[in-house]
């Protein structure tokens, strides 16, 4: 009933920069919380950044400085801006949301995920 699509994910050099989109459709009231995590070959699943309903944002430090996290809540969609990529960014990207559906309460809803590859 509710999907979240990530887009603009690739291969860039490092130093380069991409910017991934997700976007939230289906039985959705409203969307509270969001947020990017990765997960790098060998490695736990980890925050990157979370962005409230009101803006208020949070940043893992590996990426503060260099990545951006914003929302558009009139496309129900979370973007991330990551400059200055690094070869140890390379991992699978997953978009979450707390979902409120239509005469419904909150759940978490995640994306498939999309790989991010940056080479040295």
């Known amino acids: 009933q509710v999907q979240l699509v990530e887009s603009g994910g690739g291969l860039v050099q490092a130093g380069g920069s991409l910017r991934l989109s997700c976007a939230a459709s289906?039985?959705?009231?409203?969307?509270?919380?969001m947020g990017w995590y990765r997960q790098a070959p060998g490695k736990q699943r980890e925050l990157v950044a979370t962005?409230?309903?009101?803006?208020?944002?949070n940043y893992a430090d590996s990426v503060k400085g260099r990545f951006t996290i914003s929302r558009d809540n009139a496309k129900n969609t979370v973007y991330m801006q990551m400059n200055s990529l690094r070869p140890e960014d390379t991992a699978v990207y997953y978009c979450?949301?707390?979902?409120?559906?239509?005469?419904?309460?909150?759940?978490?809803?995640w994306g498939q995920g999309i790989l991010v590859t940056v080479s040295s």
């Open positions: 962005i409230t309903s009101r803006d208020s944002t």
């Open positions: 979450n949301a707390a979902v409120q559906r239509l005469r419904g309460g909150y759940f978490d809803a």
């Open positions: 289906g039985n959705i009231f409203s969307i509270n919380d």
